[in-house]
């Protein structure tokens, strides 16, 4: 078997084994929750009496034992189904399908953005180590590194579109201008600036503290310093040598925490209106929709698990070494 | 903590810095019913006054509440929160670490396992999922924060104790026929207490973030005031009333940054061979 399908095979397993954890968890929380999940069930749907009561608990199969209503729950979520939110009248799974690419834009995009500014600051301090710009960029990092991200949000917003007024406050696009083409598209990235920015600053915070120690650690290696007295120019030094192993770690880390990038996008979809599944998650909150929390938790996992197998591939990329076993 | 540690911290601008931040605001979260007797819930003046006016250094919100007062009565959730979820936390991933890394074999694998699985869950949407379904209350949101917290703590426990294990002294302490408690709480623990200290500090500061956005979502406890739920409901008026949302991000921001500063300098000062490098 070619190493490369191995390894995405292994990962595939590791990634069904996680996510069935997921659901039991999801089913436990269900039942773990205070009351009945048939009179709960009936409260959503806004009819509380004992008939209607005793018709989902049969309809659910919530009368019979435990591990046979695990088991008709699994068959279920495997089939797609998520369950039905009686807030919205409408199935989970179609809520949550209709707000994914809004998420995977703003996270995707908030990302790449901290990957990209988090490592070239990191870089910059090392190259400048002990001088100012490194004081800049680790004052910098530990600031963006406490500041809650919602607070972030709120303080652009109060700056960039409320003070000067450059840039809308929330929303994805502008409603009822009817752009076509081109300008819809540039109006939407401009609707994407700050809730991109804000989810980025973070991780561009965590990439670049990372980075700085990582270059440093590498710099002092043997092979940089042969490097150096090869007579290699400093740049290529740099991008050549030392950030191909230095970023590395940083790419673990990155990997680790894409969990918390969703997380953090729930938060800054709630500042920016953005019309995602973190948006979906504050409005089920607000309603107590367990059903629709249980399926943005799901999906959540789901998205994790795609984004640490792309970490995963990325990894293999840049370090030859990494034989796509484990 | 001998003399060298209290000196090397100490030395430490940053430190001293987060020490000095975090003291006052537990002397405000301490003294906040000396500082403002009146509940934060009520009225306390004219809606909407500006920071300054009328004897409100912070300004108030929609409904005349004193912001000062409210940031200084939820110094008292946060730390309340910070503290407590993690010392849950730190019980927890001290005890599976410890065991993983003592026993090894199927339990170590077991527990791993499973910690590896709480990293890799979204843990921000675990914990909004289950203070949700639990209502929100002090209880429910501390007990969550701790479920997401322990895992990384329990894979540092566990890596000290499987290389300590291998040690001469843990050896020669398990020859002599000591008993695991023994081993484990005279010799093996306290020789790995600096890096849970450290990962602790650091975590009070992730805890009170945790509680902050909680109550940001609406999800704190409906009884307590807290800084998220004052940025929260200052959303919808960010055009009017800058005041309502700044001041209270601002003390989560100047808490967080103070216990990180504290968190990094207990690290340097455990670490004297790190911090050499740190400065060349």
Redesign the interface.
């Known amino acids: 078997m070619p190493k490369s399908l191995h390894f995405l095979l292994n990962r595939l397993v590791k990634a069904a084994v996680?996510l069935g954890?997921?659901v039991v968890?999801n089913f436990l929380?269900?039942h773990?929750?205070?009351g009945d999940p048939a009179v709960v069930m009936a409260g959503e749907a806004g009819a509380a009496d004992q008939m209607f009561v005793e018709q989902l608990r049969s309809q659910f199969g919530l009368d019979r034992p435990l591990y046979e209503q695990l088991g008709s729950y699994v068959g279920h979520i495997v089939q797609g189904d998520l369950g039905f939110s009686y807030r919205q009248q409408r199935p989970v799974a179609g809520l949550l399908l209709d707000r994914l690419p809004a998420t995977v834009a703003l996270t995707l995009s908030a990302f790449v953005l901290a990957l990209i500014c988090g490592v070239t600051l990191g870089v910059v301090a090392a190259v400048n180590v002990g001088r100012w710009t490194d004081s800049l960029v680790t004052v910098l990092a530990?600031?963006s590194?406490?500041?809650?991200?919602?607070?972030v949000g709120?303080?652009l917003?109060?700056v960039f579109s409320?003070n000067l007024g450059w840039l809308p406050a929330f929303g994805f696009e502008t409603v009822g201008a009817g752009y076509k083409g081109w300008a819809w598209f540039a109006d939407i990235l401009r609707h994407m600036v700050l809730p991109v920015v804000t989810l980025g600053l973070f991780y561009m915070a965590v990439y670049a503290r990372m980075t700085r120690a990582s270059v440093?650690e590498v710099a002092s290696m043997d092979f940089v310093k042969t490097a150096r007295a090869k007579g290699q120019t400093e740049w290529n030094i740099v991008t050549g040598h030392v950030l191909r192993n230095a970023i590395l770690p940083v790419l673990t880390v990155a990997g680790?925490q894409a969990?918390?990038l969703?997380?953090?996008s729930?938060?800054v979809e709630?500042?920016f209106a953005w019309p995602g599944l973190g948006r979906l998650?504050?409005d089920?909150?607000?309603q107590?929709d367990?059903q629709l929390?249980?399926g943005?938790?799901f999906v959540?996992?789901v998205?994790?698990?795609v984004f640490?197998i792309l970490t995963d591939l990325l990894y293999a990329l840049i370090d030859p070494r990494v034989e796509l076993v484990r | 903590m001998n003399k060298d540690f209290c000196r090397a911290f100490a030395r430490n601008k940053g430190a001293m810095v987060g020490l000095i931040i975090v003291g006052l605001i537990v002397l405000v979260a301490l003294f906040a019913d000396i500082l403002f007797p009146a509940s934060p819930w009520d009225m306390a003046g004219a809606p909407f006054t500006h920071p300054g006016d009328r004897g409100m250094l912070f300004g108030s919100d929609m409904l005349g509440r004193d912001i000062a007062s409210g940031i200084a009565h939820g110094a008292r959730v946060s730390l309340l929160v910070g503290l407590t979820s993690t010392i849950a936390a730190v019980t927890a991933g001290v005890t599976l670490g410890a065991l993983a890394g003592f026993h090894g074999g199927w339990i170590d694998d077991a527990i791993m396992r499973f910690a590896e699985?709480f990293?890799?869950?979204?843990?921000?949407?675990?914990v909004?999922?289950?203070v949700?379904?639990?209502?929100p209350s002090l209880t429910s949101i501390i007990l969550a924060i701790a479920i997401v917290s322990w895992a990384p703590l329990a894979r540092l426990v566990r890596g000290e104790f499987l290389s300590l294990s291998s040690r001469e002294f843990v050896q020669a302490a398990i020859t002599c026929g000591q008993s695991n408690t023994t081993i484990i709480f005279r010799h093996i623990l306290p020789n790995c207490l600096s890096p849970i200290i450290v990962s602790a500090s650091l975590m009070v500061?992730t805890a009170i973030?945790l509680e902050?956005?909680l109550s940001?979502?609406?999800?704190g406890d409906p009884n307590a005031m807290s800084w998220?739920f004052m940025?929260?409901s200052?959303?919808t008026v960010?055009?009017q009333a800058?005041w309502m949302?700044?001041f209270p991000?601002l003390a989560?921001?100047?808490t967080?940054?103070g216990l990180?500063?504290i968190g990094e300098g207990l690290n340097d000062a455990f670490n004297p061979r790190l911090r050499r490098?740190r400065k060349a």
Request: proline share 3%.
């Open positions: 996680v954890v997921v968890l929380l269900i773990a929750a205070p530990l600031l590194y406490a500041t809650p991200i919602y607070w709120l303080m917003v109060l409320v440093l680790v969990g918390q969703i997380g953090g729930i938060l709630t500042v998650t504050f089920a909150v607000l107590r367990y929390l249980l943005v938790f959540t996992s998205l994790v698990i640490n | 699985l990293q890799t869950i979204p843990n921000f949407v675990l909004v999922v289950t949700a379904i639990f209502t500061a973030l902050s956005s940001f979502l609406g999800l998220g940025v929260g200052a959303r960010l055009r800058w949302s700044f991000g989560i921001l100047l967080v940054l990180n500063l490098q």
